[in-house]
């Protein structure tokens, strides 16, 4: 595509759950990933809390139920009671039995907490997935009126909740118009498809250009799984050289990229193959294979390079 646009997108939002992402419209009472000001539902505006606050709100209304009821029977018992020494007895208990809910509840909201708002997701489920489904019309919207960074930002959240290829190929169609660069915010492990996908493929390869480190678990898992398929690809070699040399990141990922780092090293740019003569240095008897190609690449191509000499001997 040569109609390529540059963009900056906004920094991903971190949150330790995911719940936390999600907000509930006061006025239509749905639900929405998104982070702008808009409700995707009704189109209003300002009318977004976040979910945590309802299920805060829904506690407070319970323990004051709780509280009020308590409250009520004690106060019953008393005026129940036949004379002032009972009635001095019970007006104590009662007290007692409050003292010992609040106490209670200080001792265990940690608890109780988590517990309601987990609840609260799971009998909101049906309206949240709605809420998402509206999310990723309102992303729809956007890319149909061109506004490319917008429809990403929206998919992004979106398929924090919604973990299917439909979301991951759209995202990647978006990423497809923008000149990717090494200081975005690119995601690779977040889009790799289940199935053999050439858009995925492509995006891979570009990302591969700009930001090898992206390239991890994940994506390192998928060009194994179809290294066949990628090779027949013009850009096939330059991918899987790239994705070789992302693999060298760690030692643990020698035996699983054993035979991938044997083929392509030879096409290594030379600082990450002494990278790979190191790793190598150490573990020879572990990869006796690995270790003799690579040997003989090392006397082929590198055969005055010193650095190189002193690192396979
Ligand atoms: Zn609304």
Redesign the pocket.
């Known amino acids: 595509m040569n109609d390529k646009i540059a963009a900056h997108f906004s920094k991903p939002l971190v949150t330790k759950y995911r719940y936390e992402r999600l907000r509930h ?1 006061d ?4 639900f929405t990933s998104l982070r702008g000001p808009v ?1 995707s ?4 505006s300002g ?1 977004l809390k976040p979910l945590a606050r309802i299920g805060a709100g829904k506690a407070r209304f319970r323990t004051a139920v709780e509280a009020l009821l308590l409250t009520a029977a004690a106060i019953s018992a008393v005026y129940l009671s036949p004379n002032a020494v009972q009635r001095t007895a019970t007006a104590l208990l009662g007290a007692g039995l409050l003292v010992g809910y609040g106490l209670l509840l200080r001792r265990y909201s940690g608890i109780f907490a988590p517990y309601r708002l987990h609840r609260l997701l799971v009998e909101k489920s049906p309206q949240i997935a709605d809420g998402l489904d509206a999310d990723e019309k309102a992303a729809e919207a956007d890319y149909e009126a061109d506004r490319y960074r917008e429809c990403y930002e929206k998919l992004r959240e979106v398929g924090v909740f919604v973990l299917e290829d439909r979301i991951r190929y759209n995202k990647i169609i978006c990423l497809g118009r923008f000149v990717l660069r090494k200081d975005m915010d690119l995601e690779l492990e977040s889009v790799v498809p289940r199935k053999y996908s050439k858009l995925f493929v492509h995006y891979m390869w570009e990302v591969s250009k700009v930001n090898r480190t992206l390239i991890r678990e994940k994506s390192l898992d998928y060009a194994l799984r179809f290294r066949s398929d990628i090779e027949k690809l013009s850009y096939g070699t330059e991918l899987l050289t790239n994705v070789a040399s992302a693999a060298l990141r760690s030692k643990t990922n020698l035996s699983a990229c054993e035979y991938l780092i044997g083929d392509y090293a030879i096409a290594l740019p030379r600082d990450r193959f002494i990278r790979l003569c190191g790793m190598l240095s150490n573990a020879r008897w572990e990869y006796p294979n690995l270790t003799a190609r690579v040997a003989q690449i090392a006397e082929s191509r590198y055969a005055h390079d010193p650095e190189v000499q002193a690192l396979i001997r």
């Open positions: 419209c006025k239509c009472g749905s409700c539902s009704c189109k209003r009318t």
